[in-house]
């Protein structure tokens, strides 16, 4: 399923969900979700949320906070999921592997 939304200053990103877990190019564990976000360089890239690599950014370490704590979004905590969601898409990034490999890139 695809879903359309706007982040990184309103440009148009699209979440998908998949039935396998994304795992996190910077250090290799699997991530919580992710999402094709606007790339510079590619022109879209996919951003994941990575519970060890991405826990102190203000903009992803409440979305990772209400996953450890509802599991997921249902439509008792849609609201509230859809916004922390849409904070963190709003400063998204693609991850790549750096040169250096895992857990040298962006978040770790």
Known sequence: MTRPGRGNGGVPVTV???AE???CPDCSRPGIMSAVVPDTI?????AVLCEA???DHPDAGPLITYFAVH????????DQG????????????????SPGGPG?????
């Open 53 to 55: 690599c991405d826990i």
């Open 42 to 46: 590619t022109g879209s890239g996919v």
């Open 71 to 78: 599991g997921q979004i249902n439509l008792e905590n849609v």
């Open 104 to 108: 040298h890139g962006d978040g770790c």
């Open 82 to 97: 859809s916004a922390l969601i849409a904070r963190w898409l709003a400063t998204a990034r693609a991850k790549r592997s």
């Open 16 to 18: 998908e969900t998949t």
């Open 21 to 23: 877990t994304v795992d």
